[in-house]
């Protein structure tokens, strides 16, 4: 008897044991489907009528997921519309800024990770990233076999949009795709020594204003102390007033426009010679910028007061449209040679 009570306590220990880690079993959202065009800021089916297309990818945006029945998720849930809306406006600044009359744009939504998220620690972050990585990744693929159409395209990233292209540079891209890349616009994120060793020829460095197949990566501080601990290991790094990669000073005379955004009627406005700047351990130092213009208190953590992290996509508006038409320009002569 006392044999059967134990074993029936064991079962009981091994059920609670299993419901347990059902219980903390984490909350992944469906994958999106990309030729459904929902999953697109516009439908990329119509986005085809100029000679060069931007694939965008947006940053990490303030959002609290929940699933179905209100649960918690570390992912966004890009199959809600409200979680779709929460990038538009980021996305339509992008699309008007940078893409304008001149170049087609493709914006693909994707299961990001919370801010939170980056706050944990970095294998923590790299687990979760998988899945925005194995999004973006589909979606890029799905825009080159049904949409791209064989035209050269830009690839930009901010923060983690910047990291998962990033991953898609350095194990998704096929040759032939690189060769049509002008070049990979790498916002506000890092790219560590160890990856420039491992991925000699996906993570080039743009090393002057006109370069191709590079990839442009830039940090701005208005003090050396101010980096993020999150971008902290960052190897490469551009000038991005006056595309240098040495210390060099840009003048504010150079600077060609911070972008202000008006999300009502989506137009913008161009401020030109707002701040200089050089560069530092592959950092941009902005000395003209009040730290307290992009400072907020509950991201202090992640980012302190000093970082600029929160500028990134508008602060060198002007000269990142004329170096992407640069770019363009370059490409194109060298496919006449």
Known sequence: MKKIKSFLVLVVLILASCANQEAKKEIIPSAPDYSDAIYWFTDPAVENQKPVDIF????TLPSNPVDANGNSLNWTNIDQPSQRKVPYSNQQFFQ???????????????????????????KA??????????????????YMKHFNNGRPFILMGYSQGASVLIELLKNSMTDAQFQQMIAAYMIGFEIR??????????????????????????NSLTNPKAVSPILSHNAMGINPINWKTDTTMATKEEHLGMALWNAHNATYTL?????????????????D??????????????FPLGNLHLMEAFLYAGNLQHNIKTRTESFFKQQEQ
């Open 289 to 302: 910028i009040d730290p307290q213009d992009c400072y907020a208190e509950g991201a202090n953590d992640l």
């Open 193 to 218: 020594s160890e990856d420039l060793t491992a991925y000699p020829h996906r993570l080039i460095s743009a090393k002057d204003s006109s370069d191709t197949h590079c990839i442009i990566v830039y």
């Open 96 to 122: 008007t800024v940078y893409a304008g009359d001149d170049y087609n744009f493709y914006a693909p939504y994707y299961r990001q990770i919370i801010l939170d998220i980056y706050r944990s620690d970095r």
């Open 56 to 59: 965008y990818v947006y940053p």
């Open 125 to 142: 972050r790299l687990e979760k990233s998988k899945i925005p990585v194995e999004d973006i990744a589909n979606a890029f693929q799905y």
């Open 271 to 287: 401020i030109p010679h707002v701040t200089g700047g050089y560069l530092n351990n592959h950092n941009m130092i902005c000395t």
